[in-house]
């Protein structure tokens, strides 16, 4: 049993460390608003660490062309219309904002790939697919935003595109300037946890995360775990229909149900209703907990 647990904390390290700076930001809230003004840097070294070291020669994006392309569809389109309706079957308001935001942007490259090499997959889909996905957001997300809440809220798409373009930009230009020699993977890899726990914390600390109601906690969470199954149901079930074998249909999975925190984060300051940010969050933890157990299930 004691061998258990430390197998347990470093299989779900990221998780317990997303909730220990949800609960500091809960706790301790005073360093939030230091920390704002460095969002849109931090996002930029998350683009970065996504891309730097990739060899050009790794994605093949011709021969995955007709998986990226399903890949994509379902991420921007079939993932998101289906998840704003089964959001609004439980919630209303700025929660349902918060999914919207959620579902519309890309990918999380580094764990989709993460946990398709964990679970034995295509990694090499899995890459061309995140980094596709990732090149179409400044386009595609503010549309697919639109599109999903502009009846309930206005949509910054002017912003939201400039500044994806801008965290775009700047993680490349960072991948190309800065040798791969000059920091470790390992420090990188330390930098990008810490990033997304600052992002986590800062986002906790601007809300009043204590105000929101459980039943609504209870509803986020129950939404966020229904959304997951969705992505999950909709790439397995395309994978059956398509006659592809485990090995690809994994990183399909993955690319479409895990949804990038950081550029989701990014959007969703942009609202004044905490439950925006608050619907983010949850839905990254879920997402990161079923990932675990879904890698686990099939590895």
């Given at each position: 049993?004691t061998e258990?647990?430390?197998?347990v904390f470093?299989?779900?390290e990221?998780?317990?460390?997303?909730i220990?700076a949800?609960?500091?930001?809960?706790?301790v809230p005073?360093?939030g608003?230091?920390?704002e003004?460095?969002?849109?840097?931090?996002?930029i070294?998350l683009?970065?660490?996504?891309?730097?070291?990739?060899?050009?020669?790794?994605?093949d994006v011709?021969s995955?062309?007709a998986?990226?392309?399903?890949?994509?569809?379902?991420?921007?389109?079939?993932?998101?219309?289906?998840?704003?309706?089964?959001?609004?079957q439980?919630?209303?308001?700025?929660a349902?904002?918060?999914?919207?935001?959620?579902?519309?942007?890309p990918?999380t490259?580094?764990?989709?790939?993460i946990?398709?090499?964990?679970?034995?997959?295509?990694v090499?889909?899995?890459t061309?697919?995140?980094l596709?996905?990732?090149?179409?957001?400044?386009?595609?997300?503010?549309?697919v935003?639109?599109q999903?809440v502009?009846?309930?809220?206005?949509?910054?798409?002017?912003a939201i595109?400039?500044?994806?373009?801008t965290?775009l930009?700047?993680?490349a230009l960072l991948?190309?300037?800065?040798?791969t020699?000059?920091i470790?993977d390992?420090?990188?890899?330390?930098?990008?946890t810490?990033s997304?726990?600052?992002?986590?914390?800062t986002?906790?600390?601007s809300?009043e995360?204590g105000a929101?109601?459980?039943?609504?906690?209870?509803a986020?969470?129950?939404?966020s775990?229904?959304?997951?199954?969705?992505?999950?149901?909709v790439?397995?079930?395309c994978?059956?229909v398509?006659g592809?074998?485990?090995?690809?249909?994994?990183?399909v999975?993955?690319?479409?149900?895990?949804?990038?925190?950081?550029?989701a984060?990014?959007?969703?300051?942009?609202y004044?209703?905490?439950?925006?940010?608050?619907?983010?969050?949850v839905?990254?933890?879920?997402?990161?907990?079923v990932?675990a157990?879904?890698?686990?299930?099939?590895?």
């Amino acid at each position: 049993m004691t061998e258990m647990v430390p197998d347990v904390f470093e299989r779900y390290e990221n998780v317990f460390l997303v909730i220990l700076a949800v609960a500091i930001g809960v706790f301790v809230p005073a360093f939030g608003s230091v920390l704002e003004p460095l969002i849109t840097p931090i996002v930029i070294f998350l683009v970065y660490s996504s891309l730097r070291g990739l060899d050009p020669a790794e994605i093949d994006v011709s021969s995955y062309a007709a998986l990226t392309g399903l890949s994509l569809c379902l991420s921007y389109l079939v993932f998101p219309i289906g998840g704003i309706h089964i959001a609004q079957q439980f919630l209303s308001g700025s929660a349902v904002v918060g999914f919207g935001v959620a579902l519309s942007v890309p990918t999380t490259t580094a764990t989709a790939i993460i946990w398709t090499r964990f679970a034995r997959g295509d990694v090499q889909l899995a890459t061309t697919i995140s980094l596709v996905s990732l090149l179409a957001a400044p386009v595609v997300t503010p549309i697919v935003l639109t599109q999903l809440v502009g009846s309930q809220a206005s949509v910054p798409a002017a912003a939201i595109f400039f500044n994806l373009l801008t965290i775009l930009v700047g993680g490349a230009l960072l991948a190309v300037l800065v040798p791969t020699s000059t920091i470790s993977d390992r420090t990188v890899e330390r930098g990008s946890t810490l990033s997304i726990l600052l992002l986590i914390y800062t986002s906790t600390a601007s809300v009043e995360l204590g105000a929101v109601a459980g039943s609504v906690l209870a509803a986020i969470g129950v939404v966020s775990v229904l959304l997951l199954g969705f992505g999950l149901g909709v790439s397995v079930l395309c994978g059956t229909v398509f006659g592809l074998d485990r090995a690809r249909t994994l990183p399909v999975c993955f690319t479409v149900a895990l949804k990038n925190p950081a550029i989701a984060l990014l959007i969703g300051f942009g609202y004044a209703d905490s439950l925006v940010v608050v619907a983010i969050i949850v839905n990254y933890i879920i997402q990161q907990v079923v990932s675990a157990l879904v890698a686990d299930a099939v590895s």
